[in-house]
Structures are given as structure tokens and as C-alpha cells.
């Protein structure tokens, strides 16, 4: 197989072996192109299968900027946990005066040097247990590989993870990076046949550490359509310097741990008799003062774009959408004028993103209209141009004028055209395009990150 496009690689493994192989592969390589590098790569755990036999799944360990489309989501709502781990820089946290020792012999503890990795695992088991006054147990999954240790709660006689480890020597050793390692041990442990139904009461949420050397990490996984683990921390070295601000970074850091799994352990307790939960896939949020509703489906097969449909109580549909910024403003005003849906709320940010709650209207985007009129195509554009008009009137730019930001409806007089995401409008040379804009689309010229709108370096693309 050649590499086609940029080179990328892909952590493997294979069901029913516990160790992990990289695959080197290209982006514009296709899925057959996959199965064919891993059948290659692994011969023997994949003999006498052919390679577009085998099947696939994906497990993500996301960016802790990319909040993702799997936002946790239960009837008991599980937000302070996750919150109290990220916020544990904050020096106003109090820290009770017993972590300060334990956190300074866990610190010459892990920054000794160990022969092997099973040494440094014993010693960091000792310290968890003083930590959390509990036995660090090793599990041996169903294709007989373990991770290096968990700590769990019995919920209707099943067992259930709140803290999974991972445990390497040193940086660089055992093969793998350790909050890799773990993110497929909690797919693994709960993808095991005794252990599936489980998935059905809730998203199993899970502390992770994942340690290599004197690096600790602190990790959040949940269990959704796929495994979804995401880094809390970045990586923070247990090592004694002279800088007592760092001490009592690391000693908050095993406080909020602590409180963060004692939180976890109060979730699981109350946990309903096992039934099957559909919106546990969905956002946590559904209601909004007296405005609830379900979610029936994603809009748009994107991780990127976290975008629902939903319905009302009173069974009007409606679109739900979290974005990292939104002009409320400007949605109004083509509201106003018929050139844009209703819109019910815009929410303060919630793990970093606005919750956008509009009504849903039938349509199809510009982009998949291949098959209209001219004229239908003309009417369109003009409908844009008197809303992207109307907002200029006000000083206003849509920056991001792109065919799959039109919607086209319908009715008895024809075709008409609305705009739909209003994420980067604002004022001209006042607010600016997002960081991290995609360079590949063919913007026009001046378009850039954090550049100034303009109203002039608007097009329809």
C-alpha cells in the first residue's frame, strides 16, 4: 500500500491481544487501504481473514479545547467532577493540611529512578492507596490483557470504574503513551460480553491517570456511541523543585482527584435500576427555564459541528447547537426580517461553548442544490443579499457567507434563501475571524486569523 496525502499514524490493536502496533497510512488513504496495512502488519492475529473482513472501530482521545459532540449526558447530571480537576490551578482552592505531606513523599517517591516498570507501579499503588484508603485492584480483561490498576464501586452487582492507571517507567518506554494505553483499556473493559449491558444505564464516566516516570497526567473518559477520553491536565512533573507554588499545584491537583472520585462514587450510588437511557448520547442539557425537550438525532455526521435535532414537549422541532461564539444580534435582525429561523435562546458558555436553541425549518442547503432553475438560484442569492444588506446597515459583517451556511426553503411562491449560522459575525474592524481558521477553503484575500472583518471579503462560496 502507498501512502497517499499526509502522512499520519494510527495506534492499533488487535481483539484479543494486549499489545499495540502504529500504522502508518496517508489521509487520502480509504478504509480498505486500512484494513489492508493492519492485515500486513499483523499476519498472524489476522490469519485467515481477509482483509475487508475485518472490522473496524475507532477510539478518540480528544483535546481538552475539543469539548466535543459526546458532552456527557445523564439524568443525574455529572458537571462539578470534571470542572473540579480542570480548576485545580485555582490557588483560592483550599487544601486540607494533610495532602501536604502526602504530596511531598509521593513526590520523592516517583522521582526515584526504578529498574522496571513493576516497581514503580507497586510504589505508586502504596501512594494511591494512602490517597484513597483503598486496595488498587488489577483486572485481567477477556482477551487476557490488564491495565495497571483501577479503583471501583459495585453498582447492581456489576463493577464498575472510577479510577483506571496507567503506568509506564519513564518517558519513551513500554511502546505505547500511557493515556493511550488507557483509553483503550476503558473501551476494552466495557466492550467485554459480561459488561455491555452496562452501557445501556449511563456514559460510565471514569477518572484516568495516566503516569510515565515522574510525569502524571489526569484524564476524564466517558462511554457514548464510542469511547470519548480527554485530557484534564497536561502533563505535570512530580519532581522536587525549589518552588513551593509548584508543591501546592501538585498537592491541589491530588485534592481535586480525590474530590472529583468521591463525587463520582455519590453519582454511581443513586443510579436507577438498569434501563436503557437513548438520550445518554445526546448533551446533558434539556431543559431550559420551562422550554424541555428530547433529542432525536445528530444533524451532521461532524465532530466538529455540534449541531441536533430536537423536540418539544409540545412536539415542535428544534435545532440545538453549541458553538464557541455566537451573535444573538445579528440572528435577530434577518429574523426579523424573514431571512432566518427563530431563534428561543442563546446560552452563557458551558465547558467552553454557547448552547443555541432555534426552531427548525425544512430545507436543504445551498451546497446539495444542484438541480434548481436559474431563476430559483437568482431569487436565492437575492434573498441573501438583501439580509447580508440589512446587517451591514448596522454595521455588522457575515464573515462566514458559505453555501453551506444558506439554507434553501420553499413554499407556494418558490425557492427562497436563509442564513443559518451566525458563529463569526460582528462588527467591521472591530471583531475578528477566529483563530485556527481552515487555510484549505479558498477564502478571499485578507481573510486570516484573527484578522478584522470587512465587509468587502465576504463572497458566497
Not at 122 to 144: P, S, T
Not at 363 to 380: K, M, P, T
Amino acid at each position: 500500500m502507498s501512502i497517499d496525502g499526509t502522512p499520519i499514524i494510527l495506534w492499533c490493536f488487535v481483539q484479543g491481544s494486549s499489545s499495540i502496533f502504529k500504522v502508518n497510512i496517508g489521509t487520502n488513504n480509504d478504509i480498505d487501504d486500512l484494513k489492508e496495512a493492519i492485515k500486513s502488519k499483523k499476519p498472524n492475529d489476522t490469519a485467515g481473514v481477509d482483509a475487508d473482513k475485518l472490522r473496524l472501530w475507532g477510539v478518540n482521545v480528544a483535546s481538552i479545547s475539543d469539548i466535543s459532540e459526546d458532552m456527557l449526558n445523564d439524568d443525574n447530571e455529572l458537571k462539578d467532577e470534571r470542572s473540579t480537576i480542570i480548576n485545580f490551578e485555582n490557588k483560592q482552592l483550599l487544601v486540607d493540611k494533610s495532602y501536604y505531606q502526602w504530596t511531598l513523599n509521593c513526590i520523592k517517591t516517583m522521582a526515584d529512578i526504578y529498574s522496571n516498570e513493576k516497581l514503580r507501579q507497586r510504589e505508586f499503588h502504596e501512594k494511591i492507596r494512602e490517597l484513597f484508603r483503598e486496595e488498587v485492584k488489577l483486572l485481567q480483561l477477556d482477551d487476557q490483557s490488564s491495565n495497571d490498576g483501577v479503583l471501583e464501586c459495585n453498582v447492581h452487582a456489576k463493577s464498575i470504574l472510577y479510577l483506571l492507571i496507567e503506568v509506564k517507567n519513564e518517558i519513551g518506554t513500554g511502546k505505547c503513551d500511557p493515556t493511550t494505553q488507557a483509553a483503550i483499556s476503558f473501551a476494552k473493559f466495557y466492550t467485554q460480553s459480561k459488561n455491555e449491558q452496562m452501557l445501556k444505564w449511563c456514559n460510565m464516566p471514569c477518572f484516568i491517570i495516566g503516569l510515565a516516570g515522574p510525569w502524571i497526567c489526569v484524564l476524564g473518559a466517558v462511554y457514548v456511541e464510542k469511547p470519548l477520553v480527554e485530557p484534564l491536565t497536561n502533563l505535570i512533573p512530580l519532581i522536587l523543585i525549589n518552588d513551593r507554588d509548584h508543591l501546592k499545584k501538585i498537592a491541589r491537583l491530588f485534592m481535586a482527584l480525590r474530590l472529583g472520585c468521591d463525587e463520582l462514587k455519590k453519582y454511581y450510588r443513586p443510579l436507577p435500576s438498569p434501563t436503557t437511557n437513548e438520550q445518554r448520547f445526546f448533551p446533558y442539557t434539556r431543559k431550559i427555564e420551562d422550554f424541555e425537550f428530547e433529542y432525536k438525532e445528530k444533524l451532521v455526521d461532524d465532530s466538529y459541528k455540534l449541531l441536533w435535532k430536537a423536540e418539544t414537549k409540545d412536539k415542535q422541532m428544534i435545532i440545538v447547537k453549541f458553538t464557541h461564539r455566537y451573535n444573538k444580534e445579528a440572528h435577530d435582525l434577518c429574523y426579523g426580517i424573514g431571512k432566518a429561523p427563530r431563534l428561543f435562546y442563546v446560552l452563557d458558555k458551558q465547558c467552553g461553548l454557547h448552547m443555541i436553541v432555534m426552531e427548525f425549518v425544512e430545507g436543504q442547503i445551498l451546497r446539495d442544490c444542484v438541480h434548481l432553475a436559474q431563476s430559483d438560484y437568482e431569487v436565492i442569492i437575492n434573498d441573501i443579499e438583501e439580509a447580508v444588506l440589512h446587517l451591514h446597515g448596522k454595521n455588522l459583517v457575515f464573515a462566514d457567507l458559505r453555501d453551506s451556511n444558506i439554507l434553501v426553503t420553499r413554499d407556494s411562491e418558490g425557492y427562497h434563501g436563509i442564513l443559518i449560522d451566525f458563529d463569526w459575525v460582528g462588527r467591521e474592524n472591530v471583531e475578528c475571524y477566529p483563530l485556527f481558521i481552515n487555510l484549505d477553503i479558498a477564502w478571499p484575500t485578507g481573510v486570516g486569523d484573527n484578522e478584522p472583518l470587512k465587509r468587502n471579503m465576504i463572497c458566497i462560496g
